[in-house]
């Protein structure tokens, strides 16, 4: 039985010397010069005006809300597409209440404005 495992710990220690090598090489290879202008954050070329640790509006939570929850959506579509002919009626029946939920949340954020991108 412990033969069995022996695959996986060759292949532990091959990975645990193979993820710290490269990175001492690395080490040892760079030219060590930090400066002023290195050392401060790129931003796409553009001189950082403000502290990174800026305030998020609102609206980015809630369209991350809105990824989560289509999301969940297309998880619980595929298991159901896959099973659809094993469930039958009742299984069409529970789906179709389900999307019927998401729908009534689907226009309830479309009413309070949460799919505007401006």
Known sequence: MPQNYVPIFIFI???AIMIPLPLLLAKLVRPE???KAKLMPYECGIDP???SRGRYTVRYYIVAILFVVF???TIFL???AVKFKALGAFGLVEMLIFLAILVVGYIWIWKKGALEWI
Request: glycine content about 0%; aromatic content about 14%.
């Open 71 to 73: 999301d969940v959506e």
């Open 78 to 80: 595929f298991p159901w």
């Open 33 to 35: 010069n930090p400066s």
């Open 49 to 51: 005006v403000d502290n």
């Open 13 to 15: 220690a091959v990975v």
